[in-house]
């Protein structure tokens, strides 16, 4: 057999191992939860599509649906977040112990002049925008409305057992009226009106909690 001739100075080498296209795997879940739960806060959650997410976080859609697994595990676990950033305060406030006044104060406060309010509550936009969301973040949002309301409640019992509250409503209609003052306050705030007016008209709706 004739050997081949092979030209002075060319490498004899196995073939080349192609290197993979595109970016290495270097998808950071909680870099994608922050920009996912900043872009939910501002828009509406639904109005937000896994794409926008994608381009916002730098990701594709393949590397976060394997961290997440749909865009309804995306949302759920944005809304998780959002309860252990944001909501976790609120209930911290209704959990303190110091008392009728002093926590509708703190939530006055809360509502009025928490700087992360001035964009509207995550929550309550998925609450109010449910339908439009997956299954799984449907039942989560349902889960910490009902953990919100239990918290609500039993503030006002204890301060109905301490006798600073006269109960007028039943102590779950006085939770519930509460939350959705709370709610309407920062919705307000959102919506650009006058911050001083936001508070005079909290402070009086709470106000039926401190009349003797």
């Not at 609120?90 to 926590?103: D, Y």
Request: proline share 4%.
């Amino acid at each position: 057999a004739v050997n081949k001739i092979i030209p002075r100075g060319t490498k004899m080498s196995s073939k080349k191992k192609r290197s993979p296209r595109g970016r290495p795997r270097t998808t950071d879940p909680d870099q994608i939860l922050d920009v996912a739960m900043n872009a939910y806060w501002h828009e509406d959650p639904a109005d937000v599509s896994v794409n926008a997410v994608c381009r916002l976080a730098g990701v594709s859609k393949p590397s976060l649906y394997r961290e997440f697994g749909s865009e309804d595990g995306l949302t759920r676990a944005v809304l998780d977040r959002y309860a252990e950033q944001v909501l976790a305060d609120v209930f911290a406030i209704l959990e303190a112990g110091t008392g009728l006044r002093p926590t509708l104060d703190a939530l006055i406060e809360f509502a009025c002049s928490d700087s992360r309010m001035e964009t509207g509550c995550l929550f309550y936009k998925m609450r109010s925008g449910k339908h439009r969301l997956g299954s799984e973040t449907r039942a989560r949002v349902d889960e910490l409305d009902a953990k919100a309301r239990a918290a609500y409640g039993t503030f006002l019992r204890a301060c109905l057992d301490a006798g600073e509250w006269r109960e007028g409503p039943t102590v779950d209609g006085g939770a519930r009226y509460l939350s959705e003052q709370v709610a309407l306050a920062i919705t307000q705030r959102a919506s650009g009106e006058d911050p001083d007016r936001i508070r005079d008209s909290l402070a009086l709706a709470m106000s039926v909690f401190t009349r003797g």
